[in-house]
C-alpha cells in the first residue's frame, strides 16, 4: 500500500494514472477506497460503508459525486513533501473546476441571487438510483448490460471503465463485509446479533453479485449500496424489496431488521422513501411490506425519513385507514401524492404512462423516475415577492437601492391594472429565465466536471447511452425550479386592483411612498391594503390572480431545456429557507412590513390569512393548474391532534383528502398536533422535544426551528372538527 492510500485511499486511486479522462480517474478513486478504507456495522448491526465522510481529505458524496477538501489536501503536501508537487497541482486544478461555473454565471443572475430573487443550481442535489439493481439483479447483470453496450459506444470507453471499477469496488465490499460478519459473529456475545451477523455471513456468499435470495439478503445489499451512495432516499422500498420479503417465512425477522434500519435511518438522516402507487393500468401496487413501513413509523415516531405514500382512485380503504392512523401519531407522515395528477403531469412533458407511474420522490419532495431520471432535485427557486417587487420599482431592489433586473415601467405611469399585472409577469419571466440559466452553468460544470460512476450504474440510461448520470445519461433529464411567496404576490396584485385602480380609493403614488417608508405614517393606506382579500378564502378573483401568475411560471419553465437534455418544470417546496426570503423581500401591497419573515410557505395562503374554512382554502389551491406542477406541489394543513383522537375525525380527514385528491390536487401533508402545544413550547422548548410539525416538503422537531420558522407554523390556520 502506497504512503497516499494509507492517508487518502480517493487521493491514491485519483492520482494512480494522470493521464485518464477525469472520469476514469473517479472510478479509480472509489476502487481504492473500497479496498483500503475501513469498514463497519452500524449501531444497529447493519452493513455500512462511510464513503461519505467529513473526516478524511476527500470522500464520496451523495450530492457531489468524489469530493476533495482542499485545506486538508494542503495539509498532506507539507506533511509528505515527496507528494507535494502531485498534491497542489491538483488543488489548482479543483479550484480551476470550480471557478468555471462562476464565470459562466450571468452578473445579472448573481446580483438577482444576492438579492434573494433567485438561485439556480450550486448543489448536487438528491438522486433515486434504483438501489433494486442490485437487490433483485446484483452486480452481475449490470455487468452483462455494461458489456451489451460497451462496443457501440467506443468512444466512451473510459466511461465504461469508469462503471466498471464502481461495480468492482461493490463486489469488493460484499466480499470484506462477508469475512468482517462471520468474524465478528465469533466475538458476539449478544445472540440476536450474533443470529444476525451469521446470517448476513451467509448473504454475503451470494450477494451483491447475485439477487437476494431473503429479506436478510436483501437487507445486505440495500445497506451496502444505500451507505456507499450516502444514506440518500431509498425510493421504492415496499417495491423492490418486496420479492426477498415475500420469500421470508420468519417475519419477525423482517420486522427485526426493519426495527434495525429505521434506527439507521434517523442516525443518518436519510431521506425519502416512498410506498404503494398505482401501475399504467391503475393497478394499486400496496403490498404486505408498505403495511409493516406505515406500523414502524407509527412505532417509532421519528421524523425521518421522510415518508410519502402514493394514492389513486383504486387505493384500498384499508391503506387510508392506515395513513389516518400514521398521521395520528403526529410525525407529519406520510406525505400523500395523488398518481391521477402527478401522472399525468409527468405525461405532458414526455414521460410514457409506464414510466410515469414509477415516480417517487427524493429530498424533501422532489419528483423523480424511479432509477430512471436526474430531474433536477432540485435546480433553482424563483420567489414571486421580489418580482412584485421590481414591478413596483422598476427593476431595482427597494431593500439595497440596486438595479438588478429589467426595466419593466414607471409604475407611476400604470393607468390599468393590467398594464401592472403585465410589468410583474415580465419580472417573473426575466427572474425565471435567470433562474434557469444559473442552473445549467451549473449543471454543464458537474456534468463535465464531477461524474459519478456509482449512480451510472444505477440509473437506466446511463449504460445505455455512454453517458454519465449528471451528463444526460438517464431517460429523463428534465429540471425543476420551485416558486416562492406565490400567495403573498396574489394577495398583494389584487389589493392594488381592488384600491387602486378599481375603488381608486388610493393612488399609485401614495402605495409607492408608503411601501418606501415602510408604512410608517402611512397607517390608514396600511390597514386598508392589509385587510384587503386573501388568496386561501374561495374568492374567485384573488385566487385567480393569484393562479394566473403561477401558471405563467409554469408555462416559461417549460420554455428553457436543461443542460442535462430536458425542460424545465415547476413546483413549490419551500424548505426552511421561505422566512428568509421574507426577510430579504421590502414592503408589499398585501400589508407585509420590510424585513417581515412571513411568507407563504406552500401553495396555501399565508400563514393565518386563510379564515373561511378547509373547504373554502382547498377550493382556492385548486384553481391552480395542478397538473402542470411536476415538481413537488406542498399544500400544507394544520390539524388539532383531538380530531384524530376519534374514528370520526379520521373519517373526516380521510374524507377531504380524498376530495381534494378527486378534484384535481396533487399532494397533500398534514400537521397533528395540540395548539396549546405549540404555544408552551416557544416558551418551554425542553418539554416538547419531541414535538413534530412539517416545514415544507419535510418534518422536523419544533425547537430546531428558528424563531421566525416557529412563528410561520403557529400562524398557520388550525383545523378543527367541526371546521
Known amino acids: 500500500m502506497t504512503k497516499l492510500a494509507q492517508i487518502d485511499p480517493f487521493l491514491d486511486g485519483y492520482f494512480s494514472d494522470e493521464t485518464l479522462e477525469h472520469g476514469e480517474r473517479v472510478g479509480l478513486a472509489l476502487l481504492h477506497a473500497a479496498r483500503n478504507l475501513e469498514i463497519g456495522f452500524s449501531r444497529q448491526m447493519l452493513p455500512e460503508v462511510a464513503l461519505e465522510t467529513k473526516r478524511g481529505s476527500s470522500g464520496y458524496s451523495r450530492s457531489e459525486g468524489l469530493w476533495f477538501n482542499t485545506e486538508n489536501i494542503a495539509k498532506i503536501a507539507a506533511e509528505f513533501p515527496e507528494l507535494e508537487g502531485m498534491l497542489r ?65 467506443p468512444d466512451e470507453a473510459w466511461f ?21 460478519a462471520s468474524d465478528s459473529a465469533e466475538k458476539c456475545a449478544d445472540a440476536d446479533d450474533r443470529a444476525l451477523l451469521l446470517r448476513m455471513a451467509k448473504a454475503f456468499e451470494t450477494v451483491p453479485r447475485k439477487p437476494a435470495f431473503d429479506f436478510t439478503s436483501a437487507m445486505c445489499s440495500f445497506m451496502l449500496i444505500f451507505s456507499m451512495d450516502g444514506n440518500d432516499s431509498p425510493g421504492r422500498f415496499d417495491q423492490y424489496m418486496y420479492p426477498a420479503y415475500a420469500a421470508t417465512e420468519n417475519k419477525e425477522e423482517i420486522v427485526d431488521l426493519l426495527d434495525r434500519l429505521w434506527e439507521y435511518f434517523r442516525d443518518h438522516r436519510s431521506w425519502n422513501l416512498c410506498i404503494s402507487g398505482s401501475d399504467a393500468n391503475g393497478t394499486d401496487e400496496t403490498n404486505e411490506l408498505s403495511y409493516a413501513i406505515l406500523a414502524m413509523v407509527r412505532k417509532k415516531g421519528y421524523n425521518t425519513p421522510n415518508l410519502t405514500c402514493r394514492v389513486h382512485g383504486n387505493t384500498p380503504q384499508k391503506l387510508w385507514d392506515a395513513i389516518a392512523d400514521t398521521l395520528a401519531v403526529g410525525t407529519g407522515l406520510p406525505a400523500l401524492y395523488n398518481d391521477d395528477v402527478v401522472c399525468a403531469a409527468l405525461e405532458k412533458i414526455g414521460i410514457p404512462p409506464d414510466d410515469s407511474h414509477r415516480y417517487c420522490m427524493n429530498g424533501c419532495n422532489q419528483i423523480d423516475i424511479f432509477g430512471k431520471s436526474h430531474m433536477g432535485l432540485e435546480d433553482g427557486e424563483v420567489v414571486f415577492t421580489k418580482c412584485l417587487e421590481y414591478a413596483l420599482h422598476n427593476g431595482r431592489d427597494a431593500m439595497s437601492g440596486e438595479q438588478v433586473s429589467a426595466e419593466t415601467g414607471d409604475p407611476l405611469s400604470f393607468t390599468t391594472y ?17 433562474a434557469c440559466s444559473s442552473a445549467n452553468a451549473w449543471q454543464h460544470f458537474r456534468g463535465v466536471y464531477e461524474p459519478h460512476p456509482l449512480r451510472s450504474c444505477l440509473i437506466e440510461g446511463c449504460l445505455e447511452k455512454g453517458r454519465d448520470y449528471r451528463n444526460g445519461g438517464p431517460l429523463y433529464n428534465h429540471g425543476q425550479i420551485l416558486a416562492e411567496g406565490i400567495a403573498d404576490a396574489g394577495d398583494s396584485l389584487y389589493a392594488v386592483k381592488k384600491l387602486v385602480f378599481d375603488e381608486k380609493k388610493h393612488t399609485m403614488s401614495e402605495l409607492l411612498a408608503a411601501l418606501d417608508a415602510d408604512f410608517a405614517g402611512f397607517e390608514e393606506l396600511w390597514r386598508d391594503f392589509s385587510g384587503c382579500e386573501k388568496f386561501g378564502n374561495d374568492l374567485e378573483e384573488v385566487d385567480r390572480i393569484t393562479a394566473r401568475a403561477l401558471n405563467r411560471f409554469f408555462t416559461v419553465l417549460k420554455r ?59 377550493k382556492s389551491v385548486l ?85 421566525d ?6 400562524k398557520r390556520t388550525f383545523l378543527q372538527e367541526n371546521g
Do not use: M
Open 160 to 180: 465504461y471503465r469508469a462503471c466498471s471499477y464502481a461495480l468492482d469496488a461493490i463486489d469488493i465490499l460484499g466480499e470484506r463485509f462477508r469475512v468482517l
Open 709 to 714: 420558522l416557529q412563528d410561520n407554523v403557529i
Open 418 to 434: 393590467e398594464r401592472l399585472e403585465r410589468a410583474f409577469l415580465d419580472q417573473l419571466e426575466f427572474v425565471t429565465y435567470n
Open 89 to 153: 497541482r491538483y488543488i489548482q486544478e479543483i479550484k480551476r473546476f470550480r471557478s468555471k461555473a462562476k464565470r459562466l454565471y450571468a452578473e445579472t443572475s448573481e446580483a438577482l441571487e444576492r438579492a434573494g430573487a433567485e438561485w439556480g443550481g450550486g448543489w448536487g442535489g438528491h438522486a433515486n438510483p434504483d438501489y433494486g439493481r442490485i437487490v433483485c439483479f446484483g452486480t452481475d447483470r449490470i455487468r452483462a448490460i455494461l458489456a451489451e453496450n460497451r462496443d457501440r459506444h
Open 560 to 618: 428553457h431545456n436543461t443542460y442535462r437534455g430536458g425542460v424545465f418544470t415547476g413546483g413549490c417546496s419551500p424548505y426552511n429557507r421561505v422566512a428568509g426570503y421574507g426577510r430579504r423581500t421590502a414592503a408589499l401591497p398585501n400589508g407585509k412590513r420590510k424585513g417581515e419573515p412571513l411568507l407563504a410557505d406552500s401553495i396555501a395562503a399565508t400563514p393565518g390569512r386563510d379564515t373561511n374554512g378547509p373547504t373554502a382554502l382547498i
Open 623 to 707: 384553481r391552480y393548474n395542478q397538473n402542470d406542477a411536476c415538481s413537488g406541489f406542498v399544500f400544507q394543513n394544520k390539524f388539532e391532534a383531538k380530531l384524530f383522537c376519534s374514528e370520526k375525525g379520521k373519517a373526516a380527514f380521510i374524507a377531504l383528502a380524498k376530495a381534494y385528491f378527486a378534484n384535481g390536487g396533487q399532494q397533500y401533508t398534514v400537521t397533528v398536533v395540540s395548539p396549546e402545544d405549540l404555544l408552551d413550547a416557544k416558551v418551554h422548548p425542553e418539554n416538547h422535544r419531541s414535538l413534530i410539525v412539517r416545514v415544507g416538503g419535510y418534518s422536523e422537531y419544533f425547537v430546531n426551528l428558528d424563531a
